[in-house]
Protein backbone atom coordinates (compact mmCIF):
# COMPACT_ATOMS: atom_id res chain seq x y z
CA UNK A 1 0.00 0.00 0.00
CA UNK A 2 3.07 2.33 0.42
CA UNK A 3 3.74 2.20 -3.22
CA UNK A 4 3.99 5.68 -5.07
CA UNK A 5 1.61 5.01 -7.63
CA UNK A 6 -0.75 3.19 -5.37
CA UNK A 7 -0.93 6.45 -2.67
CA UNK A 8 -0.61 8.79 -5.79
CA UNK A 9 -3.97 7.08 -6.79
CA UNK A 10 -5.40 6.90 -3.22
CA UNK A 11 -4.44 10.79 -2.77
CA UNK A 12 -6.45 11.61 -6.41
CA UNK A 13 -9.59 9.43 -5.28
CA UNK A 14 -9.55 10.56 -1.82
CA UNK A 15 -9.69 7.16 -0.29
CA UNK A 16 -7.07 4.86 1.22
CA UNK A 17 -4.25 2.31 -0.26
CA UNK A 18 -6.25 -0.33 0.94
CA UNK A 19 -9.50 1.08 -0.76
CA UNK A 20 -7.22 1.56 -3.90
CA UNK A 21 -6.28 -2.20 -3.73
CA UNK A 22 -9.45 -3.42 -2.75
CA UNK A 23 -11.35 -1.37 -5.99
CA UNK A 24 -8.78 -2.83 -8.32
CA UNK A 25 -9.65 -6.22 -7.93
CA UNK A 26 -13.35 -5.48 -8.23
CA UNK A 27 -13.00 -3.60 -11.26
CA UNK A 28 -11.24 -6.00 -12.46
CA UNK A 29 -13.82 -9.25 -12.00
CA UNK A 30 -12.21 -10.75 -8.76
CA UNK A 31 -13.75 -11.77 -5.53
CA UNK A 32 -11.73 -9.77 -2.80
CA UNK A 33 -11.91 -11.21 0.84
CA UNK A 34 -10.37 -8.52 3.17
CA UNK A 35 -10.11 -8.91 6.94
CA UNK A 36 -9.74 -6.80 9.82
CA UNK A 37 -10.27 -6.96 13.26
CA UNK A 38 -11.23 -3.32 13.80
CA UNK A 39 -14.93 -1.94 13.06
CA UNK A 40 -13.29 1.01 11.35
CA UNK A 41 -10.98 -1.16 9.21
CA UNK A 42 -13.73 -3.45 8.61
CA UNK A 43 -16.29 -0.85 7.63
CA UNK A 44 -13.85 0.62 4.92
CA UNK A 45 -13.21 -2.80 3.14
CA UNK A 46 -16.80 -2.07 2.03
CA UNK A 47 -15.74 1.27 0.11
CA UNK A 48 -15.18 0.42 -3.21
CA UNK A 49 -14.53 3.05 -6.21
CA UNK A 50 -14.27 2.76 -9.75
CA UNK A 51 -10.78 3.24 -11.40
CA UNK A 52 -10.38 4.51 -14.51
CA UNK A 53 -8.74 2.85 -17.59
CA UNK A 54 -5.28 4.91 -17.19
CA UNK A 55 -5.27 4.01 -13.06
CA UNK A 56 -5.89 0.34 -13.79
CA UNK A 57 -3.00 0.23 -16.27
CA UNK A 58 -0.93 1.89 -13.82
CA UNK A 59 -1.64 -0.49 -11.10
CA UNK A 60 -1.71 -3.65 -13.26
CA UNK A 61 2.38 -2.74 -14.08
CA UNK A 62 3.36 -2.40 -10.54
CA UNK A 63 2.95 -6.43 -10.54
CA UNK A 64 4.36 -6.28 -14.10
CA UNK A 65 7.33 -4.60 -12.12
CA UNK A 66 8.26 -7.72 -9.42
CA UNK A 67 6.69 -5.37 -7.11
CA UNK A 68 3.45 -7.59 -6.19
CA UNK A 69 3.71 -10.03 -3.45
CA UNK A 70 1.11 -12.68 -2.17
CA UNK A 71 0.88 -12.58 0.83
CA UNK A 72 -0.94 -15.80 3.34
CA UNK A 73 -0.68 -15.42 6.91
CA UNK A 74 -0.54 -17.30 9.21
CA UNK A 75 0.95 -20.48 7.75
CA UNK A 76 -1.08 -23.03 6.56
CA UNK A 77 1.04 -26.02 7.44
CA UNK A 78 0.66 -26.76 3.47
CA UNK A 79 2.33 -25.28 0.04
CA UNK A 80 -0.30 -23.40 -2.18
CA UNK A 81 2.15 -23.69 -5.20
CA UNK A 82 3.47 -20.43 -5.57
CA UNK A 83 6.01 -18.11 -3.60
CA UNK A 84 4.57 -15.82 -0.56
CA UNK A 85 6.49 -14.13 1.87
CA UNK A 86 7.71 -16.86 3.49
CA UNK A 87 9.66 -17.77 1.00
CA UNK A 88 10.12 -19.77 -2.45
CA UNK A 89 7.36 -22.49 -3.31
CA UNK A 90 7.80 -25.74 -0.98
CA UNK A 91 9.48 -23.78 1.66
CA UNK A 92 7.41 -23.64 4.81
Known amino acids: ???PDIQR???KN???GATILISYHV???VV???KSVTEKRISSNKEV???STEELAVLDGIAAQGKAKRLNTPLWGFDLGFEDR???VGVN
Open 32 to 34: VLP
Open 1 to 3: MSD
Open 14 to 16: GVS
Open 49 to 51: ISL
Open 27 to 29: NKG
Open 86 to 88: YGP
Open 9 to 11: IAE
